[in-house]
């Protein structure tokens, strides 16, 4: 869409944003499309006109799509060989196993450079054509402007520009995946990333989601979380490692996840450490929730339980790897020389 509309060149298109000391860009997803604006208070009313154009008349010139595709392919034939790009693709699918068809279906990096080879201008301004809209948006503005002027412009601008295809949100789910191991060796790479992880049923607005955040900032949120000093800091096992918690917004789907980057050699022994560090913390969590539900009657008990669950749910699909009492989905990327 920023490459040309039907007045306007990619070229000209740039030099006005120049001289509007402007930054217009577009990201989008399966889910729907973000304009973003970055101006000065004074240029952000003409910014507004010029994304609107850019977004309402984009003109989908051939030469343009031949250079993105040549950007898109560079870049994804580097993933094919990228192990941490390998391992967290590889985990996407087995987690949040859509069909094939479906916009949220994650393809795998070859998946992706056959529809970037296959697509044509054709298709994409047809679907454009039919899924392209304002009717169902929203308008965020930080900084320094009129509120009134803003909305009263962008209803102007916008008011006729609908799609012709109905509007219907993309749900989400936890598809509760069985859990599994999957190594894949990557030829003449010397690192292995390991990823592992669960989903499950949690909204951002659930009583138990602060629990679930503070829990995740104590194992691996950050380098002086347990799961950093133990196994980067102490063991000395793993180039980076971390974990990570998340929650739906509009749907019951969270989740939990980790990975560490490590040499192959050590891999068993950071699985081991990382998945000792979950078991310790959820034993120690459990077994303080007892003690001060037995001891303090009321609110506080309450409070403390919720942490409880929402640590006692990261185990409530585990099954025994290598004595581990923890294990989940894991996807290892292993680079090893050949």
């Not at 659930?206 to 196994?231: C, F, H, K, S």
């Not at 917004?249 to 081991?272: E, H, M, R, S, T």
Request: charged share 25%; aromatic share 6%.
């Amino acid at each position: 869409m920023a490459r040309g509309t039907k007045k306007k060149s990619y070229q000209e298109l740039q030099d006005l944003e120049d001289q509007l000391k402007a930054h217009i860009w577009i990201s989008t997803d399966a889910t729907g499309m973000t304009l973003h604006i970055d101006t000065l208070r004074d240029k952000l009313a003409p910014a507004l006109d010029l994304a609107t154009e850019i977004l309402t008349t984009p003109a989908f010139p051939d030469k343009q799509l031949e250079l993105i595709k040549q950007e898109q392919l560079a870049s994804l034939e580097q993933r094919l060989q990228d192990p941490q790009a390998i391992a967290f693709n590889t985990f996407q699918q087995i987690t949040t196993p859509w069909p094939k068809g479906d916009p949220r279906h994650p393809e795998s990096t070859q998946e992706q450079i056959d529809a970037v080879k296959k697509v044509t201008v054709g298709e994409i301004a047809a679907f454009y054509k039919d899924f392209a809209g304002a009717g169902h948006g929203e308008l965020v503005v930080i900084g320094d402007f009129d509120p009134a002027a803003i909305s009263a412009q962008v209803e102007k601008l916008t008011s006729t520009w609908t799609s012709k295809k109905a509007y219907k949100r993309l749900d989400n789910k936890p598809f509760g995946a069985e859990g599994t191991q999957k190594s894949i060796d990557v030829k003449d790479k010397e690192n292995t990333v390991l990823v592992l992880g669960h989903d499950l049923s949690m909204r951002d607005t659930d009583a138990d989601y602060p629990a679930w955040e503070m829990v995740n900032q104590v194992l691996g949120g950050g380098t002086g979380a347990r799961l950093w000093m133990r196994i980067r800091e102490k063991e000395g096992l793993s180039y980076g490692v971390q974990s990570w918690v998340y929650a739906g917004a509009l749907d019951d789907a969270g989740g939990f996840g980790g990975y560490a980057i490590v040499a192959p050699q050590n891999l068993a022994k950071a699985k081991a450490s990382f998945l000792d560090e979950i078991n310790k913390m959820i034993a120690a969590r459990s077994r303080r929730a007892s003690c001060r539900a037995r001891r303090t009657p009321g609110s506080r008990s309450r409070t403390r339980a919720s942490v409880m669950t929402a640590t006692s749910r990261a185990c409530s699909r585990t099954s025994c790897s290598a004595g581990a009492r923890w294990t989940s989905r894991a996807s290892c990327a292993r680079r090893s020389r050949r």
